[in-house]
């Protein structure tokens, strides 16, 4: 039962436009929510994160938007640029230390054309 | 500061052997969790160590077993091993203060059994 979702496997997007990855989670407990970025061969790098008592944080070109009633978050990357390619996380966990540690979703993979 | 270390980074075993994957947390983080990534599954929570004990542990076998020294360091223990262990171990440590859970990656360790 995959209780964090990422439905699209993949995403792309123009240079310069927005891209917003979707995530959905199932599991109420939950009140931090993490997004992570992948290149090939490496590990996933720390991007942007929000707790369950915000409904948005920005940091730079990164915005993340947490909608609790509908258990749904989303990250907004704008403008979006050619280094942005690579498979986005989104991860869920309960502060102050869950049993199942985070709770990943299986990534989009999101490709910027020039 | 040094990020999160992983040793070795690849690793080819036969089914039925047995296997040790390290890691090394970022100077002072006392969290270290594992996780599995593998193509159809995304990354999976295995288990996290907190000042030398186990403190949560998601749904793998028992073959999948670790431990966490006294430095912090830490290793995974993978007995009997099966074809479909063959995945990207993940390692990522926290600092833990209770108000934040971002993990940081090492690049994993890619295992292949043949």
């Known amino acids: 039962d995959q209780q964090v979702k990422q439905n699209s496997p993949s995403l792309s997007v123009q240079e310069g436009r927005i891209s917003i990855l979707n995530c959905d989670y199932t599991n109420s407990m939950f009140d931090y929510f993490l997004w992570y970025k992948k290149y090939p061969a490496e590990g996933p790098t720390f991007l942007i994160s929000i707790s369950s008592i915000k409904d948005k944080n920005e940091d730079g070109r990164f915005t993340v938007f947490l909608n609790k009633s509908a258990k749904h978050l989303s990250l907004h990357i704008v403008p979006s640029q050619p280094g942005d390619s690579a498979v986005y996380f989104c991860a869920a966990s309960v502060l102050g230390g869950g049993a199942d540690g985070l709770t990943f979703g299986k990534g989009t993979h999101l490709i910027i054309q020039p | 500061k040094a990020g999160v270390t992983q040793t070795p980074r690849y690793l080819i075993k036969t089914r039925g052997q047995q296997v040790t994957l390290s890691c090394s947390p970022i100077?002072?983080?006392?969290?270290v969790s594992w996780y599995q990534q593998t193509p159809g599954q995304g990354l999976q929570f295995l288990f996290e160590y907190f000042s030398e004990t186990q403190r949560n542990k998601g749904n793998f076998p028992g073959r999948f077993s670790g431990r966490q020294f006294s430095n912090s360091r830490s290793e995974m223990n993978v007995s009997t091993l099966e074809l479909g262990d063959s995945a990207l171990y993940l390692c990522?440590?926290?600092?833990?203060?209770?108000?934040?859970?971002?993990?940081?990656f090492g690049q994993g360790t890619r295992l292949t059994v043949v």
């Open positions: 990522a440590s926290s600092s833990f203060t209770g108000a934040d859970t971002e993990a940081f």
């Open positions: 100077s002072g983080h006392r969290s």
